[in-house]
């Protein structure tokens, strides 16, 4: 039974290491981020995502995460691309906390970063800083991008309050179009958390 047990556990379709991904995908992936423990206090798991910025994060993720910045980083500057898009396959993968910390790098390594929240159904970006950010998208779009923008701030985030009705006929406005054509001028990097692509066609 033992046997049988380890027999499944090594067959099963799942990415463990490095090299599985190399063998699974496409492309060559750019990294693995280990999974982060929950902390318990008083008997409870505290739920506030695992933050580079945050000391009761473990050493392996940080540095984990800090590589997967770099070779991102690498890559776009090779591809002379600077918006990457974020997604995940199903809803709770993390892509969220992937793409916050990402962006708190690039700006923690001196670049001008846009975070901006495209989960316009279920939006959590506020969810993993704890607070929501001045800079709002849906402000953006019908003002134009926040002045803000010149100032020297390193990490400017565009979030969202809650759902947005009528997610297509935004995501093909030209309003859209003219903001992230501004983010991408001013900006060195501009982050897009998007919708889980198998539960929404926003992605």
């Known amino acids: 039974m ?3 047990i380890t027999l499944l556990s090594v067959l ?3 990415v463990k290491t490095l090299s599985c991904a ?3 995908m496409e492309d060559t992936p750019l990294g693995i981020l280990p999974k982060e423990k929950k902390f318990i206090l008083f008997r409870k798991r505290i739920k506030k995502p ?3 910025t945050d000391t009761s994060t473990s050493f392996q993720y940080t540095e984990s995460l800090l590589q997967l910045t770099h070779r991102v980083r690498y890559k776009m500057q090779k591809d002379g691309m600077k918006i990457l898009l974020v997604t995940s396959v199903a809803e709770n993968e993390g892509k969220s906390t992937i793409s916050a910390n990402l962006a708190l790098a690039l700006a923690k390594h001196g670049h001008k970063v846009a975070y901006v929240d495209m989960d316009l159904r279920k939006p959590a970006v ?3 800083f704890g607070r929501f950010p001045k800079e709002d998208l849906m402000t953006c779009l019908q003002q134009g991008a926040p002045a803000s923008l010149n100032d020297s701030k390193r990490l400017h985030i565009l979030s969202n309050s809650h759902s947005r009705p009528g997610t297509d006929k935004l995501l093909h406005s030209e309003e859209l ?4 054509d501004t983010l991408r001028e001013k900006m060195d990097y501009v982050i897009l ?3 889980p692509y198998a539960a929404t066609a926003d992605t």
């Open 126 to 128: 506020h969810k993993v």
């Open 2 to 4: 033992v046997a049988l």
């Open 193 to 195: 958390d998007s919708a």
């Open 50 to 52: 695992p933050m580079i």
């Open 12 to 14: 099963r379709p799942t």
């Open 22 to 24: 190399k063998r699974r």
């Open 177 to 180: 179009v003219k903001l992230l």
